[in-house]
Structures are given as C-alpha cells and as structure tokens.
C-alpha cells in the first residue's frame, strides 16, 4: 500500500460510523433499493427526492457519502446501485453482520477500552446490564434480540444440515445438547429421528423458550431441559449419552471454562458415544471475509457477552480435546458459511 492509499484507507477508518450510519439511513428510508430498482439507467437525486418525500438536501448528502465510500456510483445525474450496494441490500450474511452490529454492538462498543482492560463486558451497561449476555438474552429489547437471534442462526443453520448427517451415523438414542439455546438443533434432530430423546442445557430463559417451542411441535415426550451455567465451577452434566453436541459452545467460553465443558462432557458420555463440535475457526475460513467477521466478532465477546471469550482456531480447540481426554476423530470443513465439526471419542 502506497502511502496516499494508507492515508486514505486512515480517512476510511475515521469516518467509519457516520458511513455506517448514512448506510443505514439510505436502506431505512428505501433510498438504496429505490436506486437499486432504477437498474443501469439510474435515477437522480430530484428524482429521489420526490419519491421519498425527503428533501433534495437530506438525499444529496446521503448519496454523496454513499459515493465516496463505493456504495452508488454516479454518470451524469444518474445514481446507480454499485457491487457494493448490491450486497448491502441483497446478501443475507451482509444484513444478518449489519443489522447484529447496528442493535447489538453499536451502543455498547464505546466500553471496548474498559472491557479489554478490565476483562469484563462494560458495554452490556448499554443492554441493560448483566454479568453475560446469555442470562438476559430474551429479555432484551426485541429488536436487540431479534437482530442478535438472526445472526446467530443465520450461521449455524447453514451448517446444521450437513452436521446432522454425521450424528446421526452413530445411530444415537439420546443427544445431550449443551448450550442449547430456542432448541433449533433439538428439531432439526427430532425431526431426523423418530426415537432419539433430546436433553437441553441451558440458561433458564433459553429452556423455557426452547421446551415450549418443541412442545407446539409434539416433541414435549422426547424432550428434558437441565439449567445450567457453563461458567459455574462446580458444573455438572447429566448422562449417559450417546452423544454430546456442542455448536457455537466454546467460543462462548474462556480457556479454563472452555475445558471444564469438555471434562463433563466427557464424563457424561455412555461407552462408545461421541462428542460433536461445531465451530466457526478462524484458520479454516474458506474466504478472507470469513476470518474477518470472525476476527471482529471477537470483540464483540470482549465488550458484550463475558469479556473473556473469543473466537478460536483449530488448534486451540484440538489441545483442548487431548487436554481433556479425547481423541480427534474426524474434521470436516466447509459447512455452512465456514463452520468445521469436529467429531471426538473418548481416550481410552
């Protein structure tokens, strides 16, 4: 990079949130799928104007800062959608990221400095409080949550299809799912199997929504809940099992936390059961946009969920499957949007 491409990539970095929010204004008020409508002749900024309802000035600075920053692209007085813009209105992991960073992250962010400091979630204060996340999830404000529930199943729904498969190759009767959060991966199972039961642990919260939701779908007489906290140090597990699932877990947790998880999940296997992790690594992203979303997602773990946490690496999470006792049995990559499932058994 030349130093004026530095400079101006600086300028970037510094006018980054009013670009974020000049964005966001442009899709709010309807201004970026109009342009998008107008296709390759485009449409001015009179034009606009008149059909919003909103000023010619309100529209001209929003357009001019969408231009500079790649979003609409100019020909005489026509506007038109750039790549960029199209991706902002039209990609689902594009809005799932946008939309989790504007009412989730955004208030919160301006504590990173004291979380990272601290090693505490300072900007939870900006969601009401709370030690983590996870114990007020669904008592955020609705919007909050929704955006929040949107990101974190648009990337682990894309991948339960194909994990699901592998569990069931062990034939499994009972699945202990740790970390189970509405019960999205309990249906995709009960769905699969007509016998296998389903044993969710959870925040309370979490398994009320969960239980209720499954039982609308006649799945309360294959379905226990078992409240936990996966940070307390005196955690306990139930068991057997066949198998223990444990998706978007670890990242969840710190190093210590992290490998007390893995111990009672491997006490609370049944002989032969396996223990399956689904996680998003950021070594093994297909796409550098992967590993960057999940490189600032870290930091969403430091201000908002604990302040300990993060997004891993595989060989993090494989020295923690040998600290505590397992064997790696398989790793397949590329599910969903970059997610890895490591399958493991215990060492014997």
Not at 88 to 99: I, Q, S, Y
Not at 191 to 209: N, S
Not at 266 to 276: D, H
């Amino acid at each position: 990079m030349s130093a004026l491409d530095a400079r101006m990539a600086a300028q970037r970095l510094a006018f980054g949130p009013v670009v974020f929010f000049a964005t966001n204004a442009l899709l709010e008020l309807g201004l970026l799928k109009r342009i998008w409508e107008a296709g390759e002749s485009g449409i001015s900024s009179a034009e606009l104007a008149s059909f919003s309802h909103i000023s010619e000035y309100g529209v001209s600075v929003l357009c001019e800062s969408a231009l500079s920053a790649g979003i609409l692209e100019r020909e005489g007085l026509a506007l038109r959608c750039s790549k960029l813009g199209h991706f902002l209105l039209h990609d689902p992991m594009t809005r799932a990221n946008f939309e989790f960073v504007r009412d989730v992250c955004y208030t919160a962010l301006p504590a990173l400095t004291d979380s990272i400091r601290d090693g505490k979630p300072h900007g939870l204060a900006a969601l009401g409080g709370g030690s983590t996340i996870y114990e007020t999830l669904l008592a955020l404000p609705a919007g909050t949550r929704n955006s929040w529930l949107r990101f974190d199943h648009f990337y682990s729904d894309a991948a339960f299809g194909a994990a699901v498969t592998k569990v069931f190759a062990h034939e499994p009767r009972t699945i202990l799912d740790v970390g189970a959060n509405t019960g999205r991966f309990a249906r995709i199972c009960l769905e699969h199997d007509a016998e296998v039961e389903l044993w969710l642990v959870d925040h309370a919260p979490q398994l009320e929504h969960a239980k209720s939701s499954l039982a609308e779908l006649g799945f309360a007489a294959r379905v226990q809940t078992f409240t936990r906290d996966l940070l307390d140090p005196e955690l306990q597990l139930p068991g057997p099992v066949n198998i223990v699932w444990l998706s978007q877990v670890l990242d969840c947790l710190p190093p210590a936390n992290a490998c007390s998880v893995l111990t009672k999940a491997r006490e609370a296997l049944a002989p032969g059961g396996r223990l399956f992790v689904l996680e998003p690594c950021t070594d093994l992203q297909p796409h550098p946009a992967g590993a960057f979303c999940l490189n600032q997602t870290s930091l969403y773990f430091a201000c908002l969920a604990n302040g300990t946490s993060r997004m891993y690496d595989s060989g993090t999470l494989q020295s923690w499957f040998a600290q505590t006792g397992f064997v790696l049995v398989a790793r397949h990559d590329g599910l969903g949007y970059g997610h890895s499932l490591f399958e493991c058994a215990r060492a014997e």
